[in-house]
């Protein structure tokens, strides 16, 4: 069993920047990221959830389109945590930031069905 915790959201003006952090207890850290690696989703209101930033435990990272060159993902074994720095955030990331843990490879690393272990998701906004 996996459990994941974030933080780190808040409230931000247009072109700041926060740091999420994704907490992981239950198994080993580098087990439970080579086993299952981590993805942030964001949900925007009314809109759907997709995925934003994705990391194994050999630090294989994908991005989605709208954050490249914006957000970095990366990850420290030593304190079980997945971080997401977002970096010159506009209004449109405002949303509710989710880490998830991914247990099948069915589809893409944004296929919502591989994930089974889901944080319980952070506020953020950006005040235009």
């Known amino acids: 069993q996996v459990q994941l915790v974030e933080s780190g959201g808040g409230s931000v003006e247009d072109g700041g920047s926060l740091k999420l952090s994704c907490l992981a207890s239950?198994?080993?850290?580098?087990?439970?990221?080579?086993?299952?690696?981590i993805t942030w989703f964001r949900q925007a209101p009314g809109k759907e959830r997709e995925g934003v930033a994705y990391i194994t435990g050999k630090d294989v990272i994908r991005y989605a389109d709208s954050v490249k060159g914006r957000f970095t993902v990366s990850r420290d074994n030593a304190k079980n945590t997945v971080w997401l720095q977002m970096n010159n955030l506009k209004p449109e990331d405002t949303a509710i930031y989710y880490c998830?843990?991914?247990?099948?490879?069915?589809?893409?690393?944004?296929?919502?069905?591989?994930?089974?272990?889901w944080g319980q998701g952070t506020q953020v906004t950006v005040n235009s």
């Open positions: 998830a843990a991914r247990t099948s490879f069915q589809g893409g690393w944004r296929t919502e069905s591989d994930y089974a272990y």
């Open positions: 239950g198994l080993t850290f580098s087990r439970t990221l080579e086993a299952h690696p």
